[in-house]
C-alpha cells in the first residue's frame, strides 16, 4: 500500500508555471506507475497524465506541449511541470498511482485568474 502527499497547487496569472508534487511513502515507489488527474468544479475526473515505472510518459491533448510529468525514484517523488497556464487548467490534481490497483492523494487545488 501508498500513501501519496500533493504539494505545490496555488494561484497563478494566465501565462504563467506552477510545478506539482507528490511524494509518496508505504511501498516500492519504482514500481508503480504515476499519474495526476484533474478534477473541475461539475466536470469528471480527468486524466492529466502519466509515467509508467519504466519512464515512458503520455498526455492529455488538452496539455501537450504545456505540461510535463517526470519522477525522482531516489526520492519516491513525481513532479508536473506546468507552463503556459489557462483558465481552463483551474481544478484540483490529484496524484495517482497504479500497480494492482488505484491509489489517490488528497488533491492540491490549482487556480488559475487574473
Known amino acids: 500500500q501508498v500513501q501519496l502527499v500533493e504539494s505545490g497547487g496555488g494561484l497563478v496569472q494566465p501565462g504563467g508555471s506552477l510545478r506539482l508534487s507528490c511524494a509518496a511513502s508505504g511501498s516500492t515507489f519504482s514500481i508503480y506507475t504515476m499519474g495526476w488527474y484533474r478534477q473541475a468544479p461539475g466536470k469528471q475526473r480527468e486524466l492529466v497524465a502519466f509515467?509508467?515505472?519504466?519512464?515512458?510518459?503520455n498526455y492529455a491533448d488538452s496539455v501537450k506541449g504545456r505540461f510535463s510529468i517526470s519522477r525522482d525514484n531516489a526520492l519516491d517523488t513525481v513532479y508536473l511541470q506546468m507552463n503556459s497556464l489557462k483558465p481552463e487548467d483551474t481544478a484540483v490534481y490529484y496524484c495517482?498511482?497504479?500497480?494492482?490497483?488505484?491509489?489517490w492523494g488528497q488533491g492540491t487545488q490549482v487556480t488559475v485568474s487574473s
Open positions: 509515467i509508467t515505472s519504466g519512464g515512458s510518459t
Open positions: 495517482n498511482a497504479y500497480w494492482m490497483r488505484h491509489y
